[in-house]
């Protein structure tokens, strides 16, 4: 290279770049020692412009001459002596010359003008007409006194190590120059408040890159790794200037309305390498840019109306750069009939049909598949244009067409009108939702029938041309199940519990009753089953699975859930027997007790005094077997009938009295149904009977009616939300304890949680247990037994509960990266309510469903607390309610309820009981210590649930004990009170 063409500094220039680099070094300095970084600086430059300090120092020491010498030093960068530039990125030096470059950067954004456009138009004429320079890539001056101080500074072995990362700076390069390298002046320059002439300079260059192109065979400067030429191209474009087209049309708008002509320039200035200005027309964002949305089809469609090579190269890169994917989600940008038919002319030119996006195989399918995706799927068409379309479209193959129906979703009614099968338009649609569902969604049997003799013939060819090109696989599949064909693979593909084929064996129609109860029995031990032939992630995907074929199961065969099926299907095998069995000596009974089946044997031999268990020699009597499986049974039937009751409790749906009648058959459902409080259709309360069929209502003092009345309407369990809505929460808690009554699980003293006032601000987002640590182990086993699934596919690990079809409540797990159990303990972050994936108002989500899902996370904090105990203001609410209710059958006169504590007139002192951490003191101050003894004593007072909850049982002990202090012999509490008691008096 010629000395005149290289990028060189005049004389006055060179003194410039002297003295400012001086001075800023002693800037630098000074800053430091006032306290602000290079950072403060640049910020102060972005917001307070004139009046910031770096403003301030630079034009007292220049003076007028401030630009000058800020633009020189900024664009001559190969004579800096002591500052590095961004582009040697040495580990020692990369950090400050980073924050330099930011420095200089927004300074010469707010005061460049003239002079610095001028300077910087040159210096990018440079850089694009020598894209191999090498005057640039020689080491700069300072990197000589950074080696010096290296060598005295730094020991062996790591100043062997940091010379080569030094000698190694210059080598990290895109392209060959400091910075400001062409696309930092280029940004400058429509950020600065350059003159039109400027612009359009700037504009030409992008243009025409001063006639100078670089292809495969550009060889950069040695010093340079990464100079790779694709192809033959401008400069502009290999050093990515021309991406900033779009960055052209703001500052140029100062001047006056953009033209048509200039907008069509920036399009074909961009382009190969971008088409965002093109996108921006499109999609009307920028308001200076919505005038040219025709001229932006208009240049999209000519690519279209190329050869068939150069048409899909075109639009598969464009396709590329918009982010055409093969997600439903992505944004159709172009709009017209136009489009869609070039689209099927594409088509009918190739010589074998491409795959779709998602069914992509390979790279040299991609562009093809891309192209197709982007012109075949347009924005939706008016009437008259849809007419249009299928006018146009009647004049391709039938064969065209359906290879068109492959890759055009948004625009498929019209190519079905097009071949004749309109009718057949619905069906399609359900097809194509069917196909991108979540796998495990319910396949909706009844309206694919509906749709199916809706299309008629029409349906029929649709079905056989998906089978024949394997389209749309799973849901053809289905549908085939659905009508019954054979598929020979089913029985092999169980036995290896594919997921797919679980959830299609529920949707074959039902032979007879034993097929119904051998695919119920199979669902219902698909995932222990799969819990011995694989891992736990491949087992909770077969139990999900076999959940989702257990639904289909259940409407196949007409019932409503399967809860209904499973009780139908243990009242048909029901058969009445005999509870007792007597042999010889022995008499054994069957019994229900707290919801268990419980076996008392008996001896003669001894008085008919009970033995604690079975004898080994009865366990082998065979006319024992009957009795031994009918406890196996209820056992078995105990844990199902709580399940399903609770979660007809949470979800409102209602009994029948004839699905009552049915359960009445069953002495588990009949023995947890009678110690329920169910609810009328007009709000009451009430006990059923034994019989099921006769409702005994409960009036607001909590006595129930002499009269019963006959079971005729709907009745559901009643939570505790529609107790405390009905105004009959108190009237339910105190006739639980004072008829003793005792409850499969928490119901009239369930936790209740209603929105709290900072969650209604917050709109759709609930923070009240954002930040609380729990431990791991804990938090999977709670929500994974209510329902819940830990998903980490989508980057962010989410916990999920479906309450409804299209409904469910997400909890965020932000310090989940990998999987749950991967840490002890985590934090709980946001939670909110999803319809169809999209967040929706708290107060918007069903009452049962908020408290229920607060619910489940509660236990998980009482339970799982990393860091203390913990507990929510609801369940210190719960337990105040059962306290109080209590206190009277317990006969405590000394007992009262204040607030969250329980306050007791002991005879030897007075206590302090908080209802929330069993924490005691005695008043008027002292801390006592009474740790609580096994679960044994815990279970001195009977609750009126079965559900095990050892803190009220804590709460409940230390209350009795407190109570009777007087009868207190451990020697340990009575120094403790003592103590406290003489600490008071002195």
């Known amino acids: 290279m010629s000395e005149s063409e290289q990028w060189k500094a005049s004389a006055t220039q060179h003194a410039r770049v002297q003295r400012f680099e001086a001075w800023l070094l002693g800037y630098v300095q000074a800053a430091k020692d006032a306290g602000r970084s290079l950072d403060d600086d640049e910020r102060a430059i972005r917001k307070d412009g004139e009046d910031s300090p770096f403003c301030t120092a630079l034009h007292k020491e220049f003076g007028d001459e401030a630009e000058q010498h800020l633009a020189d030093f900024f664009m001559f960068p190969v004579l800096h002596e002591s500052i590095p530039n961004m582009r040697a990125r040495a580990d020692s030096v990369w950090s ?67 010379l080569a990362e030094l000698n190694k700076a210059l080598t990290r390069s895109f392209h060959p120059f400091l910075e400001p390298a062409p696309d930092t002046l280029g940004r400058l320059i429509c950020e600065m408040q350059s003159s039109r002439a400027q612009l359009d300079a700037l504009l030409d260059l992008m243009e025409h890159s001063c006639d100078t192109w670089v292809d495969e065979q550009f060889q950069p400067p040695p010093q340079v790794e990464h100079g790779e030429c694709e192809g033959r191209m401008r400069t502009a474009e290999f050093f990515g200037l021309t991406d900033l087209a779009d960055d052209l049309p703001h500052p140029y708008a ?319 095998a029901y058969t009445a027997q005999d509870w007792t069995w007597q042999q010889d000596e022995y008499a054994v009974e069957l019994s229900l007790v707290k919801f268990q089946p419980q076996l008392q044997v008996s001896k003669a031999g001894k008085a008919g005094k009970a033995l604690k268990s079975l004898p080994p020699a009865l366990k082998k009597d065979p006319g024992l077997a009957p009795l031994l499986a009918q406890l196996d049974l209820l056992k078995d039937q105990s844990k199902r009938y709580r399940t399903a009751l609770e979660s007809l409790m949470v979800s409102g749906r209602a009994l029948a009295p004839e699905q009552l009648k049915e359960l009445a058959n069953l002495p588990m459902a009949r023995h947890l149904l009678t110690a329920l409080y169910l609810q009328t259709p007009g709000g009451e309360l009430g006990l059923l009977d034994d019989s099921l069929t006769q409702l005994r209502l409960l009036d607001a003092e909590g006595r129930l009616a002499d009269a019963p009345l006959p079971v005729e309407q709907p009745l559901t369990i009643a939570h505790v939300h529609s107790m405390l809505a009905t105004g009959r929460l108190i009237a339910c808690q105190r006739h639980a304890v004072q008829s003793s009554l005792v409850q499969p699980f928490k119901q009239a003293f369930r936790e209740c949680y209603v929105l709290t006032p900072a969650e209604r601000e917050a709109h759709d987002l609930s923070r009240r247990f954002e ?173 009126p649930f079965v559900d095990d909850d050892q803190r009220t049982s804590e709460v409940l002990s230390k209350l009795l004990l407190l109570s009777a202090d007087d009868k207190i012999k451990d020697p340990t509490i009575l120094a403790q009170i003592e103590g406290r008691q003489a600490e008071t008096q002195a």
């Open 771 to 943: 930040g609380r640590r729990v431990k791991t182990s804990v938090l999977g086993a709670i929500l994974s037994a209510r329902g819940w699934r830990v998903d980490g596919s989508e980057g962010d690990c989410t916990a999920r509960k479906r309450l409804a079809p299209d409904l469910a409540v997400e909890l965020s797990l932000p310090d989940v990266h990998h999987f749950l159990t991967e840490e002890e303990a985590t934090v709980l972050g946001e939670i909110a309510f999803t319809r169809q994936g999209k967040r929706v108002a708290l107060e918007e989500a069903p009452a049962l469903g908020f408290s229920e899902a607060m619910r489940d996370l509660d236990l998980v904090i009482t339970a799982g607390a990393a860091d203390s105990d913990e507990h929510s203001a609801e369940v210190q609410q719960a337990r105040v309610a059962l306290v109080s209710a209590l206190l009277p059958s317990l006969g405590l006169k000394n007992v009262s309820v204040e607030g969250h504590h329980a306050i007791i007139q002991g005879k030897r002192a007075s206590y302090r009981l908080h209802l929330g951490t069993a924490v005691i003191h005695v008043i008027p101050a002292g801390y006592l210590c009474i740790v609580p003894a096994g679960k044994a004593s815990q279970k001195s007072v009977a609750l």
């Open 254 to 572: 100062r001047f006056g309305p953009l033209s048509s002509a200039w907008v069509q320039r920036l399009f074909d200035v961009e382009w190969p390498r971008g088409a965002r200005v093109v996108s921006d027309c499109l999609r009307q964002k920028e308001e200076i840019l919505k005038d040219f949305k025709p001229e932006a089809l208009d240049w999209v469609y000519a690519h279209c109306a190329k050869p068939l090579a150069e048409a899909i190269s075109a639009l598969g890169r464009l396709a590329d750069h918009w982010g055409v994917e093969y997600d439903h989600h992505t944004e159709r940008s172009l709009s017209g009939v136009r489009f869609v038919v070039a689209g099927a002319r594409l088509l009918a030119q190739m010589p074998s049909p491409p795959p779709i996006l998602g069914l992509v195989q390979t790279d040299a399918e991609r562009p093809a598949a891309r192209a197709l995706k982007l012109i075949c799927n347009v924005r939706p068409l008016s009437a008259a244009e849809s007419a249009e379309l299928v006018a146009e479209l009647r004049q391709f193959t039938p064969e065209v067409l359906l290879q068109l129906l492959r890759h055009c979703r948004a625009q498929a009614d019209e190519v079905l009108e097009a071949l004749g099968w309109g009718s057949a338009a619905p069906l399609y649609r359900f097809m194509r939702e069917c196909e991108r569902a979540d796998a495990n969604a319910y396949f909706d049997v009844a309206l694919l029938k509906e749709h199916l003799q809706r299309a008629g013939k029409s349906g029929e060819l649709l079905l056989a041309w998906h089978k024949k090109y394997k389209h749309l696989k799973v849901t053809v599949n289905r549908i085939n199940a659905v009508q019954g064909v054979e598929d020979k693979k089913l029985a092999g593909m169980l036995g290896k519990l594919s997921q797919e084929h679980i959830r299609v064996w529920g949707m074959v129609p039902i032979r007879d009753d034993a097929d119904l109860r051998e695919r119920f029995a199979f669902f219902k031990g698909a995932g222990k089953q799969a819990s011995k032939m694989y891992g736990s992630e491949r087992t909770a995907n077969v139990r999900d699975a076999a959940a989702a074929a257990l639904v289909q199961l259940a409407h196949n065969a007409g019932f409503a859930d399967v809860t209904e099926v499973e009780w139908s299907l243990d009242a048909s």
């Open 96 to 162: 400050f010359a980073r924050d330099m470059s930011d420095l200089l950067t927004a300074a010469v954004k707010k005061w460049g003008r003239d002079y610095t456009g001028h300077l910087a138009l040159e210096r990018l004429r440079h850089q694009l007409s020598h894209p191999a320079a090498p005057t640039e890539c020689a080491a700069p001056r300072w990197m000589n006194a950074e080696r010096e101080r290296i060598r005295v500074q730094t020991q062996e072995p790591y100043r062997d190590y940091r």
